[in-house]
């Protein structure tokens, strides 16, 4: 039900994602397996993010800190998704400093796994991109770069949303950036 429901989340239908995720919960409710607690989390913050994308903002706060209350994660790398998701509610919120706190520390703990932490990469230069700040050009073209290799449909997507970013930038540095994510996204 969770990778169901972040498929529906990365497709546009966050409606129809928490509906998924809250059956997810309803089938969790209860459990005693050892593995339940860190699920509970990763439904929370899933349900964060749908009803961040529906303008639920009170409700995506909610969910957000249920998810993170006492999660604990069973690998770095999860630690590392579970900030991601989180640095994506924020950016949803509005939350630009929040944002920028959680993916800087996915990116950081990630490494160099391009395969998931390209996502990672991306969502920093675009926050980078939209602050106006000069580093967010090189960030940008990292993760173009970081993309170019992978078959990943939905990193092309993401490097899409770069692409706009880019275009609000003043200067044809960032014009050209756009234009090459543009060409990788296609």
Same mark, same amino acid.
């Given at each position: 039900?969770?990778?169901?429901?972040?498929?529906?989340?990365?497709?546009?239908?966050?409606?129809?994602? @928490?509906?998924?995720?809250?059956?997810? &919960?309803?089938? @969790?409710?209860?459990?005693?397996?050892?593995?339940a607690p860190v699920?509970?989390?990763?439904?929370?913050?899933?349900?964060a993010l749908a009803?961040?994308?529906?303008?639920?903002?009170?409700?995506?706060?909610?969910?957000?800190?249920?998810a993170r209350d006492?999660?604990?994660?069973?690998?770095?790398?999860?630690?590392?998704?579970?900030?991601?998701?989180?640095?994506?509610?924020? @950016? +949803?919120?509005?939350?630009?400093?929040?944002? &920028?706190?959680?993916?800087?520390?996915?990116?950081?703990?990630?490494?160099?796994?391009?395969?998931?932490?390209?996502?990672?990469?991306?969502?920093?230069?675009?926050?980078?991109?939209?602050?106006?700040?000069?580093?967010?050009?090189?960030?940008?073209?990292?993760?173009?770069?970081?993309?170019?290799?992978?078959?990943?449909?939905?990193?092309?997507?993401?490097?899409?949303?770069?692409?706009?970013?880019? +275009?609000?930038?003043?200067?044809?540095?960032?014009?050209?950036?756009?234009?090459?994510?543009?060409?990788?996204?296609?």
């Amino acid at each position: 039900m969770r990778q169901a429901g972040m498929m529906l989340i990365d497709r546009g239908q966050p409606n129809n994602a @928490l509906k998924i995720i809250q059956l997810g &919960q309803v089938r @969790l409710h209860g459990s005693t397996h050892p593995g339940a607690p860190v699920v509970a989390s990763w439904l929370h913050v899933e349900t964060a993010l749908a009803q961040a994308k529906m303008g639920q903002v009170g409700e995506a706060r909610s969910a957000l800190a249920a998810a993170r209350d006492g999660y604990d994660p069973p690998t770095t790398h999860a630690q590392a998704d579970m900030d991601l998701v989180t640095a994506l509610v924020w @950016l +949803e919120l509005g939350q630009t400093d929040a944002a &920028q706190a959680a993916v800087a520390r996915a990116v950081q703990t990630f490494g160099a796994d391009r395969r998931e932490g390209v996502v990672a990469d991306i969502t920093l230069a675009r926050l980078h991109v939209r602050a106006g700040e000069p580093r967010g050009l090189i960030l940008a073209k990292t993760a173009i770069d970081g993309v170019a290799p992978l078959r990943s449909r939905l990193a092309r997507q993401w490097l899409t949303l770069l692409a706009q970013d880019l +275009e609000t930038r003043p200067g044809s540095d960032a014009h050209d950036l756009a234009r090459a994510a543009r060409q990788v996204a296609a």
